[in-house]
């Protein structure tokens, strides 16, 4: 393992602006392991998330936006809710996930490609339309719709709709859309 | 007036940001201002001697010291014009480093409010007068509230010096925590063994009163003088009878009273003595659990007391007690961790407090000193200590480290190896705070000895499964989560301010912190002072301690007495109110609004008149502001003086 | 029974694949006095893609809905879903921060205040009837049935948005099901995480997770899953073949609503609570409750 020099591995201003977009304080931090001990994504994690928190704190902005764990998490709270410092760590676990895409780092491409298909089913219908959403994952992924089994199950119980349900003003919603990236 | 002014630099503290010789050079232009300069350190041997030179050399009759804040070195400025022969009330302090060199950067700014600030006192010294104390006498007897080991310590401390002692402990019991320990750390030697004897010390000592089952009701008075009320509650048993004999325990048919001494492992009878060793070893009825005082039946324990101790119809009794000081040692309460829902917050039987673990492992305890699991009576074999349960955490209000519970789960997990040797224990922690003597090389020997694994991180969660408990922590050296499953969970319960803690300070009018532990009166200099005259701490009340500091702490809270009452006087403070007969027109408003009851009405020439015992009154000056007439002044703080003040800043 | 009327937020998987909730949560609601007036024209708030790619996206998706209930005449708004609750009242926190809310009333072009109250249906019915009043409603109490609540890693955390029961052990589906009769078992994952987002895309996580949920609720003795989470019940239900394939299980156990069994429980028919829609067939589980009504039926 090499060593690091510690001015070398400090990206700049990574911290501050993670602390910025996510408000909160991640000087608080002090390595308990709490959020990893109770992740329910950690098995799976390439970087637990603690670890995580402290390469935050060490700017190791590149390690930290190419990780895979951001894209694993499944944002269900346990970390925030048992952070003995009050960190909202799933909201940080967000505010990575912004960055990387911005930065053209993103670890798990699939996980991407089925949000971004299910934000332009949004954008378009103005509510999400499940059939067509998994179309477009397929077509993005180029793999086969790895869900084939349930289709007739979920076509059989009514559950799949083969038309979309489009609200009355998607021009609201497309506008919603078209605002947000001209401000981005 | 012939005044003098001294600027201090403080070294760089005031003169790196304020032009000291420029304060010394505008002062000399205020009236009566005969002599002004600048000093390096005016509370230094040389500074104090320049300060008297010039008194000599330019008859000088008032000082002015622009320093530091009088709560810091009043007393040293006055003694230093004292010795060159002044009034030590013809003095006055102008505070430019707290209140400008420290909190200003601007050196110009600064430099003219420091002016202002010595124009400021020079104007009030000018209408300084002499002022001497009288002198009182001191009760040499003294209060211990807390019968832990540091109120033990302080009690015994006083006691062998030969002062007269009052203990007031809450339980019926002195002892305080030490007393559930099975062995303490880092020697592992039996806690009763060596608190035993103390106890029966405090129990047989001539100078001693121990009054338990008692609380400090009201406080009054002042230091030398303190007259305090104590609530005795009702124990339903008459001690000067009851022998301690415990047939009455044998035979009571409640057996549902709350076990407090064991740390509700169990329960216990409704008149209980709570353990062999107990002092005074007298039996205490719990009125909420005994069948007669509830349903008016029963009544086995009279029938069967040899000395018709038994009295039903008891009721609290409040003693009037008169000392000349006070020691606060009421310790410290554990940290309910029932607020940790992840922890079970009190639905698992087998996640059980240190504390409680405390009172399974001692042979004295309701399991006879075998460890068990309280769900089904079994043997654990794979045992999880969680450290910082309570402690270090934010989210619920304690950033703090308690201090002393890394010690104790090292201790616990050595002699869970003594009793169960085909144990594993498992300690989960964040750091280990191990500061002490022996300390760390104890810890050390609960992992290389007695096989401890440590594990570094905070458990997520614990959760039940097939009957022992899945612990969800984390391996933060290893860098992943870890499980282990356990038979028992021990959770290490942090520290947190004695129960009813700031009522009793409020009492006491002594500061506390916001965790409601004791305020001392300085963090280094006066660790076991308060800020009230006479009142002193010892143990843990001031904040989480373990055994060899608590009695440290008691025995320097009883040096402090015995050099208080080595003298037979007090000198009382002259800053007193006073009140000016021909302008005192008797309407008594200031007896009624003075929170001391300083005030007498008396009579003089047939008018009714105020009068102001000087003893009794604090100097607060509420009188002052109450009186229509302005007849009642406080000495050193008078209309006139402040008055002067206000025009010294605002000319205009 | 008083009625109180709120702007209804159905959610996305409510017109689809959790369709049987909508449908059961209306009929509960009725059956209770809480009027639902559907929030016209509503959006989907994005979900997790949503607040996963950008906040400030996200809380205009949501904002829109907002402003949308603000001007009709309700005492709040509701919604079945907790992801959907979580997205809304997050934003709605967030737009007190004056920037904050300046750049998302920018975006969707129309003034929002985010001054009402927001909640889960499961809040809003539990505040409108304790389960006392509502153990007085029920026809054909849950005898013999027992159940373990699943409340789903969202439903109440984290507490400072959520502000609704315990945030590791919360009660109120516990209260709500012992009310009609059911058995409920002290279950230790109520609030686990069982993967439902990655279903699509890492489904060995999910059987993992969803697994051991499923593992403890049949060591315990369950006869159902009691869910309120759209994506709990889907992952637990429709995938349940899927988890038993991976990992080698034979559970056969039914993941109801608990709307569903509390309209049961207040004599809806088992056809009105769409018991068909379920993957796993609860058939079996539905005959423990005592019924004399089906027992008619059969004769
Ligand atoms: C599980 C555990 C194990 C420990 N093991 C060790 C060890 O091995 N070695 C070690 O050095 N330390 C150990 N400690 C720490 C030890 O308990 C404390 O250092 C010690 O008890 C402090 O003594 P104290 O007199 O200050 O307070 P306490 O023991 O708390 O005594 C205070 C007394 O004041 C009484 N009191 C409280 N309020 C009032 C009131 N208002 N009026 C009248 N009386 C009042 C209480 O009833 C009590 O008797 C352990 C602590 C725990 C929790
Ligand atoms: S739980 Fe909080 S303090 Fe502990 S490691 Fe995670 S972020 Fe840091
Ligand atoms: S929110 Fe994400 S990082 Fe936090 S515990 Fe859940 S899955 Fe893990
Ligand atoms: S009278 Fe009360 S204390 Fe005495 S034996 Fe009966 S229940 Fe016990
Ligand atoms: S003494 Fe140890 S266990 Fe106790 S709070 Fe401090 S670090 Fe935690």
């Given amino acids: ?184 | 007036m012939n005044i003098g002014v001294f600027v201090c630099h403080c070294g760089s503290n005031i003169a790196g940001t304020v032009d000291t010789e420029q304060v010394a050079q505008a002062a000399r232009s205020f009236p009566e201002v005969a002599f002004a300069t600048d000093t390096m350190y005016a509370c230094s041997e040389p500074g104090q001697a320049g300060i008297i030179d010039a008194i000599r050399e330019y008859g000088l009759d008032g000082v002015v010291v622009a320093s530091c804040t009088p709560r810091m070195h009043e007393a040293t400025f006055r003694k230093t014009i004292g010795r060159a022969g002044l009034n030590t009330y013809l003095f006055e302090m102008a505070n430019i480093r707290e209140h400008v060199s420290w909190i200003g950067k601007d050196k110009e700014a600064n430099t003219n409010k420091a002016i202002d600030l010595v124009q400021i006192a020079v104007e009030k010294l000018r209408r300084n007068t002499a002022l001497f104390s009288s002198e009182f006498e001191i009760n040499k007897r003294v209060m211990v509230i807390g019968g832990g080991v540091a109120g033990i310590q302080a009690a015994l401390d006083c006691a062998d010096g030969g002062l007269e002692v009052v203990l007031v402990e809450r339980e019926s019991t002195i002892g305080g925590k030490m007393a559930k320990l099975d062995k303490t750390f880092p020697t592992v030697d039996c806690s009763s063994c060596i608190l035993g004897p103390r106890m029966v010390d405090i129990a047989q000592h001539p100078n001693i009163t121990l009054h338990a089952m008692a609380e400090v009701e009201s406080v009054d008075g002042f230091v030398g003088n303190f007259d305090v009320k104590v609530r005795k509650k009702a124990t339903y048993v008459d001690w000067e009878a009851c022998t301690g004999c415990g047939q009455c325990m044998e035979k009571c048919p409640s057996r549902k009273a709350e076990d407090r001494f064991n740390e509700h492992v169990g329960t216990t009878t409704a008149i209980n003595i709570p353990f062999p060793q107990a002092i005074p070893k007298k039996a205490v009825i719990d009125p909420g659990a005994c069948i007669m005082l509830t349903k008016g039946k029963c009544g086995a324990c009279a029938k069967l007391c040899p000395t018709q101790a038994i009295r039903f119809e008891q009721e609290d009794t409040v003693v009037q007690e008169q000392v000349g000081a006070i020691i606060a040692a009421t310790g410290y309460d554990l940290f309910d961790f029932t607020l940790y829902g992840e922890y079970g917050g009190g639905r698992y039987p087998d996640v059980v407090t240190s504390m409680q673990y405390e009172r399974m492992l001692s042979a004295s305890g309701p399991t006879g000193g075998h460890l068990v699991r309280p769900s089904d009576g079994k043997e654990p074999k794979d045992i999880v200590f969680i450290q910082c349960v309570g402690s270090r955490d934010h989210s619920v209000n304690r950033p703090y480290c308690s201090g002393f519970c890394c010690m104790y789960t090292a201790k616990q997990t050595i002699l869970t190896k003594d009793h169960i040797p085909d144990s594993q224990s498992y300690v989960f922690y964040m750091d280990i705070r191990s500061p002490g003597k022996l300390y760390d090389e104890f810890t050390r020997r609960a992992m290389e000895e007695y096989g401890a694994k440590y594990i570094r991180g905070r458990v997520s969660t614990i959760q039940p499964r097939n009957g022992r408990y899945v612990v969800k922590g984390a391996d933060t050296l290893m860098g992943s989560p870890v499980e282990i499953e356990a038979d028992l969970v021990v959770l290490a319960v942090g520290a947190e301010a004695s129960r009813g803690a700031g009522a009793l300070a409020e009492k006491l009018r002594i500061s506390y912190d916001g965790y409601g532990f004791f305020m001392e009166g300085h963090p280094k200099l006066k660790p076991v002072e308060t800020n009230t005259a006479g009142v002193y701490l010892a143990g843990s009340c001031q904040g989480p301690k373990d055994i060899p500091s608590s009695v440290a702490q008691g025995s320097a809270a009883a040096s402090k007495v015995q050099a208080l009452f080595s003298r037979d006087k007090l000198a009382s403070d002259p800053q007193v109110s006073s009140v000016a007969l021909q302008r005192c027109v008797g309407c008594a408003k200031c007896a009624s609004t003075c929170p001391f009851g300083a005030i007498e009405m008396t009579e003089f020439r047939g008018m009714p008149k105020a009068s102001v015992v000087e003893t009794v009154c604090q100097g607060c000056g509420v009188c002052a502001v109450t009186c229509p007439q302005g007849a009642i002044q406080l000495q050193h703080f008078t209309d006139n003086q402040i008055l002067a003040e206000v025009n010294a800043l605002c000319p205009y | ?299």
């Avoid at chain 1, 909201?91 to 490609?113: K, N, Q, T």
């Avoid at chain 3, 992801?83 to 009333?105: G, I, P, W």
């Avoid at chain 3, 759209?230 to 899927?242: E, G, K, T």
Wanted: glycine fraction near 6%; proline fraction near 6%; aromatic fraction near 6%.
């Fill in chain 3, 1 to 299: 029974m008083s009625v109180t009327q709120y702007a209804y937020y159905p959610g996305c998987s409510g017109m689809g694949s959790s369709i049987e909730y909508d449908i059961s949560t209306r009929a509960l609601c009725k059956s209770l006095g809480v009027e639902l007036l559907d929030i016209p024209d509503w959006n989907c708030c994005g979900s997790t893609p949503a607040h996963a790619s950008d906040h400030l996206l996200s809380a205009s998706l949501v904002a829109r809905n907002l402003a949308i209930a603000e001007s009709m005449d309700v005492a709040g708004i509701i919604t079945p879903c907790p992801s959907c609750l979580k997205n809304l009242k997050t934003t709605s926190l967030r737009m007190q921060r004056k920037a904050f809310h300046d750049k998302v009333e920018s975006i969707v072009e129309r003034p929002v205040r985010a001054d009402l109250p927001i909640k889960s249906v499961l809040q809003t019915v539990l505040e409108h009837c304790e389960p006392e009043a509502i153990a007085s409603h029920v026809s054909r109490p849950l005898k013999g049935l027992k159940v373990v609540p699943y409340y789903g890693c969202i439903m109440n955390r984290p507490p400072d948005v959520m502000t609704f029961d315990d945030p590791e052990n919360p009660t109120s589906l516990d209260r709500l099901m012992t009310a009609l009769g059911a058995e409920v078992l002290p279950f230790p994952h109520k609030v686990d995480c069982c993967g439902a987002s990655l279903g699509l895309v890492r489904r060995d996580l999910v059987t993992t997770l969803s697994g051991r949920i499923l593992d403890t609720a049949a060591a315990l003795g369950a006869h159902a899953i009691v869910a309120a989470c759209p994506m709990c019940q889907m992952n637990l239900d429709m995938r349940q073949s899927q988890i038993n394939r991976a990992n080698h299980t034979r559970h056969h156990m039914p993941v109801f609503y608990y709307t569903q069994l509390a309209g049961l429980a207040l004599g809806q028919s088992e056809s009105c609570l769409c018991m068909d829609k379920l993957c796993v067939n609860p058939a079996d589980t539905l005959r423990l409750v005592d019924c004399p009504a089906a027992e008619e039926r059969t004769r």
């Fill in chain 1, 1 to 184: 393992m090499p060593t690091k020099t510690v001015p070398d591995r400090n990206d700049g201003n990574f911290l501050q602006e993670v602390q910025q977009a996510s408000e909160q304080n991640l000087t608080r931090c002090y390595q308990c392991g709490n959020c990893t001990a109770g992740c329910p994504l950690s098995f799976a994690y390439d970087i637990p998330v603690n670890k995580l928190m402290r390469m935050l704190q060490a700017g190791e902005k590149h390690a930290v936006l190419s990780s895979r764990a951001i894209w694993l998490c499944a944002s269900c709270e346990t970390c925030t809710t048992r952070c003995p410092n009050e960190i909202d760590v799933a909201r940080i676990m967000d505010v990575l996930r912004h960055m990387a895409r911005r930065e053209g780092l993103v670890a798990e491409a699939p996980v991407r490609h089925l949000w971004d298909a299910f934000l332009t089913s949004v954008e378009k219908h103005g509510r999400v339309f499940e059939v067509g959403m998994m179309a477009n994952f397929v077509k993005r992924t180029g793999r086969f719709w790895t869900d084939a089994d349930l289709a007739p199950v979920a076509l059989g119980k009514g559950k799949l709709g083969l038309r979309p349900h489009c609200i009355e003003h998607q021009d609201e919603v497309q506008r919603i859309f078209a605002r947000f990236r001209e401000q981005a």
